[in-house]
């Protein structure tokens, strides 16, 4: 879902094009740029590991994702983690900066659409801090970021951008535009995010409700509970 002032873009899931144009594959592509800002760089990802099996620690299961029971979500791959040297961008509008590594779960719903969960792990409990503090300003922006994006590809611009849920450390967001294909798929759609904040660990869930492929719509009264679920994790 939902700028980013970092200079450099990693590498990322095309969640949007994955899906819909390649079947049920994990793809990573390298994201020259973040959408709305304009910046440019290479992949500065680097050391990635052996995947673990199973569920990773720190992690909710596939059960346990937003509307798991209707969205029927599955794992794509086995969980990645891989150290980090720059920004890892999570939508057009927002990155996370200053991670030591990354652990990265992908998923795929019964209507093709995608799900994903984050690691961020620093080195310290201030620096974890930092990183959500930044990101809760990047999505402060969000909204306009992306009427900004829609306006220069589509020539008109819908997006809005609301803050669903809040809890110590947590902070659920949800918007809704026409996407701009790259980062996200084109079309109408629902974006969701989520982020908790434990000592030196950031988590991240995001998901898509495609209009075309998905109905009916999530209920966002349930994102508070998802962010307490996501902390307990982190505990």
Known sequence: MPGST???????PVRAAALGALGVVTVLATVSGCAGTGAKSTDATAATTAPATGRAAGQLSAAQLPDGAAEGWQPLAAPRVQAVTSAIQLNECASVQGAADWQQQAYVSVHRTPAEQDLFTFSDGS???????????????????????????????????????????????????????????GGPQ????????RGSALAVVHFDEWDATHAPAYDTRSDGALLTSIARQLA
Do not use: F, I, N, P
């Open 6 to 12: 970092r200079s450099a873009a990693s590498a990322r």
């Open 190 to 197: 629902t974006d969701h995010l989520y982020a908790v904040q």
């Open 127 to 185: 620096a974890a801090g930092a990183a959500y503090q930044s990101l809760l300003t990047q999505m402060a922006g969000c909204q306009a970021a992306s009427r900004a994006l829609q306006t220069k590809s589509l020539g008109s611009a819908d997006a809005q951008v609301t803050t669903t849920a809040t809890t110590a450390g947590g902070t659920a967001w949800s918007r809704r535009w026409t996407g701009v294909e790259g980062l996200s798929a």
